[in-house]
């Protein structure tokens, strides 16, 4: 399939970045008062464990901090 839109021909991607908060949850703590036990949700949903933003810490600062690693 021939691109129409030759202006775009040339553009790759060069690098990713990626940023995830230090603060982890885990499975443990999340089930502590349900009735189901942390293997589950590993089994289940294959969640393992969770990174946490702190209050003051927004999505933008998550984006900049990943493209400063791509950058890098």
């Known amino acids: 399939m021939g691109s129409r839109n030759s ?3 040339s553009v ?3 690098a ?9 949850l885990t499975n443990e703590q999340v089930v502590a008062h349900l009735p189901t036990s942390p293997q589950w949700v590993i089994e289940t949903l294959g ?3 969770r990174h ?4 003051d810490e927004y999505t933008s600062d998550l984006a ?9």
């Open 52 to 55: 946490i933003a702190e209050p």
């Open 12 to 14: 790759c991607i060069k």
């Open 16 to 24: 990713t970045g990626s940023y995830v908060p230090s603060k982890i």
């Open 7 to 9: 202006h775009f021909d």
């Open 64 to 72: 900049a901090r990943a493209g400063l690693d791509a950058i890098a």
């Open 47 to 49: 969640i393992r464990e």
